[in-house]
């Protein structure tokens, strides 16, 4: 048996360290189950585990992983469905592990960077409040900015009060406003990021591995040389890998890209003071022509399937690209704004609204035009009351 195996049964065995716990009782499929655990990571081979409730399957698994993690200068990444498992791994699991393992480790919970409030996104909202917001907006705005004073890590999940859609839009980590060199070293998730770097092990949940699964280079690894990953509550893996790998679109979404911009029921938005009204009559248009289009194809859909909510769709051109032109005017206009050095128009925030606005061109485009065979692409209408539609692809075999 190797030093990872001594150790495991040390932990586990009927008279182990475990064994010191108030109300311990001796689970062998315990013990079994984190030395098949071990055994696979050894090998580098795949391992299901079925086990039910009370064997204790959490430390089962992260006794060996944080092991194998440490002693073999590797990685581990768990992921989970719920946040209630994570903050248990983290907070209860990760902490008696410490007191059970000869070993020292370091364990982080990393979450989507949208989790996280930018503060460079806090200050331009601060300044542009009139232009953004309403009155009811800008008083969380201020809330929020007496909050980013005295929290630890930014992450917008632990706000003490309510926050609009709206202003977490406005003030979240997003990709195409991130200037780390300007913003330095106290960014929430810069510091986030650097945490989960150094961690031995490190939480998430499936929703983000399978989204940095599709979008990170390939490596020898999941996201780091030589990591291994283990999934706790895999029975929706599957559908979450479905989501995380596909594609989809609301029109709620592209409706929200547009009010970026200009929103002509509240009359906010980022261009809402240009002194150019054609501008803001492109984005009534532009939001006329999406409401139509995703109308268009849900009525179209319906008649394939009247009474499903999701309808698979099995061949290209459900209706007509009526999005098409208005989106490209829009993105016409930013490109100009983005290429004009006088405007005051914050260039960040005009990359956002780009790239949302060239994102939903292109899924329309190949939702519509269905090129990719080994996709299968669907529309989901939603029930009275909401209408929401939302065009999706995923691949037909996600094991591939
Ligand atoms: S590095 Fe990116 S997320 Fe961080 S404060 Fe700057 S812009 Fe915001």
């Known amino acids: 048996m190797n030093d990872i195996g001594k150790h495991i049964t040390s932990v586990f065995s009927e008279d182990g360290t475990l064994s010191s716990l108030p109300d311990y009782e001796y689970r062998p499929q315990q013990l079994q189950m984190a030395q098949a655990i071990s055994g696979a990571l050894q090998s580098q081979s795949h391992l299901i585990v079925e086990a039910p409730t009370g064997v204790g399957k959490s430390l089962a698994y992260l006794v060996p992983a944080i092991l194998h993690a440490v002693v073999n200068g590797r990685k581990a990444i768990v992921s989970t469905h719920t946040k209630n498992l994570q903050e248990q791994l983290l907070h209860k699991d990760t902490e008696l592990a410490r007191t059970l393992l000869p070993v020292k480790f370091s364990a982080a919970l990393l979450k989507g960077r949208r989790n996280y409030l930018c503060t460079t996104r806090l200050s331009n909202a601060l300044s542009h409040h009139k232009q953004l917001f309403d009155t009811q907006e800008s008083k969380e705005l201020d809330l929020l900015s007496e909050w980013a004073e005295s929290t630890p890590d930014g992450d917008l999940e632990t706000l003490p009060f309510p926050l609009s859609a709206v202003v977490r839009q406005q003030v979240c980590s997003e990709q195409g406003a991130c200037s780390q060199q300007i913003c330095g070293p106290d960014c929430f998730f810069q510091r986030a990021k650097a945490r989960a770097r150094n961690a031995d092990l490190i939480v998430m949940n499936h929703a983000l591995f399978f989204t940095l699964l599709a979008t990170q280079p390939q490596r020898e690894g999941f996201f780091f040389n030589n990591d291994f990953v283990i999934f706790d509550e895999a029975h929706t893996l599957e559908a979450v890998a479905g989501t995380g790998i596909g594609k989809s679109l609301s029109r709620f979404q592209v409706l929200y890209a547009i009010h970026r911009m200009f929103n002509p029921r509240t009359k906010k938005g980022l261009l809402s003071k240009l002194r150019r009204k054609n501008v803001r009559l492109q984005c009534a248009d532009a939001e ?100 929401n539609v939302i065009l999706c692809s995923a691949p037909t075999d996600i094991s591939t």
């Not at 051109?317 to 930013?334: K, S, Y």
């Not at 949302?356 to 899924?363: D, G, M, S």
């Open 288 to 387: 006329e022509a999406v409401n139509e289009f995703f109308e268009m194809a849900a009525a179209a859909a319906r008649r394939l399937s009247p009474s499903s909510p999701t309808i698979r769709i099995r061949g290209p051109h459900l209706v007509a690209n009526l999005a098409e032109a208005p989106l490209q005017q829009l993105l016409d206009i930013t490109k100009e704004l983005l290429n004009d050095s006088d405007s005051k128009l914050s260039k960040e925030e005009l990359t956002i609204a780009q790239r949302l606005i060239w994102e939903a061109q292109i899924l329309i485009r190949e939702f519509l035009e269905q090129e990719d065979t080994s996709l299968t692409y669907w529309v989901e209408t939603s029930a009275k009351g909401s209408n």
